[in-house]
């Protein structure tokens, strides 16, 4: 059987602000990143011919 959800933790004060941060300005990425992350998942989604999603 499977365990439980967790409550997921609420962030304060300064951890607070920082994730807003961060989450407002992502860090860029290069176009050769970009590429590579596309082409990582075009693998993996012509590996996954059969999964149920």
Do not use: H
């Amino acid at each position: 059987m499977a365990r439980p959800i967790r409550e997921t933790p609420i962030l304060f004060g300064d951890e607070a602000r920082r994730f807003e941060m961060q989450m407002l300005n992502p860090r860029p990425i290069s176009a050769e990143q970009k590429a590579q992350m596309m082409s990582d998942y075009e693998f993996l989604r012509a590996r996954c011919v059969n999964c149920a999603f």
